[in-house]
């Protein structure tokens, strides 16, 4: 009899019409909330139904890292009773839930019947709100970062070929950009606290954005924009003072994150977003690898750039075998008496009948680690130049040679340096091994090690570039180096009219600590005479750059010191 009855209402024209409606119900869930209603009204024919409530609660998730909690009134005939006649609750898998409160009209009571048809109503709603929830979560997942909500690189497409099907996109430039040193960020603070910085990061920078302007985050600290060519240069400033709050063991502290950034400005012929795509990955890959700059905007002749720095790197190991990369060596100065002191060893490759300069080739070979072939080739070189003096009865100066800090990873970095010096027979004392100051605690410590290792088999070493980290300082008092190298980037400071004398105050005190600590300082990048005689009235001891001389071939440089 039950099931006969229940049939009956399952067949019936109110049935068969609210159930048509369900089936129409959009994927959107207030729309979909909206068609419930409607299709809740043709059953009230048969039921009396005053009012059907529902409340949903969804658990974390990917998607929602907040949970979700919705309370809506899905149909209302008249007033409703105090308390509602019926309750439903349905589970999710998840840990979720779904209940509906069903309230009948004032003084009237169900059958047993119609409650049971009303349970069947609730489950019914149950299985198609939970498919428009799930269409809705699968079209967020679709348009949307997952970490932060802001829209995907597939919005971004989207949104910029309805710019471009309006004519439009022209007027915007697109920019490429990511977080400055967030890797660093990542090492202060657990998994967890690095995606809270990124989500923070993610809304304010989204908090610059007016009508038609947009942000996307493809992964990682990288994000890509639309916006409006007269408010680019507002929004390059803006992007380089972004605040986020970091928890710490010291309690929550505010940083600062900046960005570097690849802009190109749309052209009216562009109808692709795929152009517009290449051109700031192409700008974006410059500003960090060839220029080192916050900002660089696309041209075709930086296009053409890539495109050969990329044909280089293909042909490195073939023109490595074929004795294409040779050594200059630039001179160091003792100031104290303008003698020679040493010299540093520089790589140059020769190139389709060209001498290419390292800045063109060193960023692409340090991307893999290619770099370390060449340290060593150059040190091979080094000491085969050693090697010819001492044949010739010359007495050797010491030649340094810069080391990627990609060999620290190398177990037999010490081993392998000594290998290469016995094979010469080149005394340890000619041959300087310069590495560049690091943040990367694990590669510091590495570092730390390396250096003892070999102070003990008496090769010097020097600090590289120092001053352009984050903790030059504190790594000194636990790193056995013999020279420090100061960066020309702060020696150019030194003429700065407005920042020079702080810089000179900065300069000194490197070099009185760095003197107590048993080290000598080499200063680079020396241009003037007014940076040498400051260098000279601080106690520096070494300098080099081109107010002495450029990066020599060899018989250039012997010619110097030799005659």
């Not at 369900?22 to 299709?39: H, Q, W, Y």
């Not at 020769?350 to 080739?377: N, S, T």
């Not at 107590?516 to 750059?545: H, P, S, W, Y």
């Amino acid at each position: 009899m039950e099931t006969t009855e229940r049939n009956s209402f399952m067949v019936s024209p109110e049935f068969e019409a609210f159930f048509d409606t369900l089936l129409e119900a959009p994927v959107n869930t207030k729309m979909c909330f909206d068609s419930i209603g409607r299709a809740i009204a043709f059953l009230e024919k048969d039921i009396p139904i005053g009012r059907v409530d529902v409340k949903i609660y969804a658990s974390q998730n990917a998607m929602q890292p907040e949970g979700e909690r919705i309370k809506a009134v899905l149909y209302q005939k008249g007033k409703k009773e105090r308390r509602a006649s019926l309750h439903f609750a349905f589970k999710t898998e998840v840990g979720g839930r779904t209940a509906f409160d069903i309230y009948a009209p004032l003084e009237y009571i169900y059958s047993e019947e119609e409650k049971r048809n009303l349970e069947f109503m609730a489950k019914q709603l149950f299985v198609f709100i939970g498919r428009a929830r799930a269409a809705a979560l699968f079209d967020r997942a679709l348009s949307e970062d997952g970490l932060t909500g802001i829209p995907n690189l597939t919005t971004f497409y989207t949104h910029g070929s309805r710019l471009i099907t309006k004519g439009k996109l022209f007027r915007y430039d697109a920019l490429y950009f990511n977080v400055r040193n967030f890797k660093y960020i990542n090492k202060r603070v657990d998994y967890q606290g690095g995606d809270n910085v990124m989500i923070q990061y993610a809304h304010a920078v989204c908090g610059f954005l007016i009508e038609d302007e947009m942000i996307a985050r493809l992964g990682g600290d990288n994000y890509v924009a639309l916006i409006r060519r007269d408010r680019t240069k507002d929004f390059l400033k803006y992007l380089q003072d972004i605040t986020v709050e970091v928890d710490t063991s010291a309690g929550v502290q505010e940083i600062n994150l900046g960005a570097v950034c690849g802009i190109y400005e749309i052209e009216e012929h562009i109808k692709k977003m795929g152009d517009v795509m290449d051109a700031i990955s192409t700008a974006m890959q410059a500003a960090k690898q060839v220029y080192k700059k916050e900002y660089v905007y696309y041209t075709p002749e930086l296009s053409k750039r890539i495109l050969y720095e990329k044909k280089v790197a293909q042909e490195f190991v073939e023109n490595m075998a074929d004795g294409k990369f040779i050594t200059y060596l630039q001179p160091k100065m003792n100031l104290k008496d303008n003698t020679v002191y040493g010299a540093e060893a520089l790589a140059r490759w020769k190139y389709q009948g060209q001498v290419v300069k390292p800045e063109w080739f060193i960023p692409m070979l340090e991307k893999d680690g290619a770099v370390c072939m060449l340290d060593f080739e150059i040190l091979r070189q080094a000491c085969s130049i050693i090697k010819n003096w001492k044949i010739r009865g010359k007495k050797p100066v010491r030649i340094s040679v810069n080391l990627s800090n990609w060999n620290l990873h190398s177990k037999t970095l010490v081993e392998d340096i000594l290998d290469i010096l016995g094979e010469y027979k080149v005394e340890p004392e000619y041959i300087e091994i310069e590495l560049t100051e690091t943040t990367d605690y694990r590669e510091y410590s590495i570092m730390a090690e390396l250096y003892r290792e070999l102070k003990q088999h008496g090769i010097t070493t020097s600090m590289d570039n120092f001053g352009l980290g984050f903790s030059s300082l504190s790594m000194l008092k636990d790193l056995d180096v013999d020279v420090l190298k100061l960066d020309k980037a702060i020696i150019a400071d030194i003429e700065d009219d407005k920042e020079g004398y702080k810089n000179q105050v900065m300069i000194r005190n490197i070099i009185d600590m760095a003197k107590k600590m048993n080290m000598k300082v080499l200063a680079e990048g020396v241009e003037t005479t007014r940076q040498r005689d400051f260098l000279i009235k601080a106690d520096c001891d070494i300098a080099q750059g081109f107010l002495y001389a450029k990066p020599l071939r060899i018989e250039e440089f012997e010619r110097r010191i030799y005659t």
